[in-house]
């Protein structure tokens, strides 16, 4: 048989953000050597990344780290590929001048019940209402009048203020001045039952793909553009540049610590129903 015909195949999901369409340029468009593996990419919005992996339909997948606690029995996470702010976060805005401490009155739009970021907002407050929007269509929601405030994670950070929207809350920083810590979003996770030798095949396959594009900056930008949603290239690489960056490459030591003190606020805070052990794939 020829080797072509017994590449074995990986199936990879992620969302169509401009950050992880970026990470995973190198793959994506066969410019690294996978070592016999081929990989399968599907793009689908975070929330329906999250009920996938519940399921386990793919072999590697990006996840929040919220949803992390509901599949840790299926999934180990990588120890790559994660989008950590470090003092930045998921924002709070608002057409009205609210304070962070009129959040228990505010309806607020949420992107996702099982998103990280609407796991930091319950663990510094738990009192408020909530709507679960597209994550998209979360600043027209606010500007509608359709709920007090929003709870922004994706480009809508960076240009907020232009739609006439202000700053509530950002969490990122919250959580840095709570715990020192940078604040977890999102991870990929790959299967256990794939076991621990194809696991770390794998791994190395995503490191280099991470790598690549940080040292090919520019054509890995121009790529995730065409996911950019309408977004100025400058804007793009200000996004990319929040949420790909040195602890994308490895968590670290404040990384790591960073994703097992969110979950473990969120099991003392009674978010999360149970203890969840962290373990990555080395």
């Known amino acids: 048989m020829n080797a072509k015909a017994e590449k074995k195949l990986i199936t990879v999901a992620h969302s169509p953000d401009s950050d992880d369409a970026f990470m995973f340029y190198g793959l994506a468009t066969n410019k690294l ?3 016999g593996l081929k990989f399968e990419h599907t793009l689908k919005d975070i929330q329906s990344l ?57 309806k607020i739009a949420i992107p996702g019940e099982l998103t990280s970021a609407f796991l930091a907002l319950k663990i510094y407050n738990q009192a408020f209402e909530y709507v679960v929007v597209p ?7 606010v500007q509608k009048g ?3 405030a929003g709870l922004l994670i994706h480009e809508g950070q960076l240009f907020y203020k232009q739609m006439g929207l202000s700053k509530v809350l950002d969490l990122g ?8 810590l940078p604040l977890p979003m999102g991870g990929n996770v790959i299967k256990r039952d794939l076991g621990a030798e194809l696991m770390r095949k ?26 950019a949603r309408d977004m100025p290239p400058e804007l793009a690489d200000r996004f990319v540049a929040m949420w790909v960056n040195d602890l994308t490459l490895d968590y670290g ?23 969840v052990e962290v373990d990555f794939v080395e």
């Open 33 to 35: 050597e996978t070592d």
């Open 50 to 106: 999250n009920e996938d992996a519940k399921n386990g339909v793919f072999d590697v997948t990006a996840i929040s780290f919220h949803a992390y606690a509901y599949l840790a029995d299926k999934y180990a996470l990588l120890p790559h590929g994660a989008s950590i702010g470090d003092k930045y976060g998921p924002i709070v805005v608002a057409k009205e001048h609210y304070k962070p401490e009129d959040i228990p009155n505010l």
């Open 135 to 141: 994550f998209d269509k979360i600043i027209d929601y």
């Open 146 to 148: 359709k709920a007090d």
């Open 173 to 180: 920083e919250w959580w840095f001045e709570k715990t020192g």
């Open 202 to 227: 794998i791994s190395k396959c995503l490191h280099k793909s991470i790598k690549y594009s940080l040292d090919n900056r520019e054509d890995a930008l121009a790529y995730a553009m065409q996911f």
């Open 253 to 275: 030591e404040r990384g790591r610590e960073g994703v097992k003190r969110l979950l473990q606020e969120g099991f003392e805070k009674g978010i999360i129903p149970h203890r």
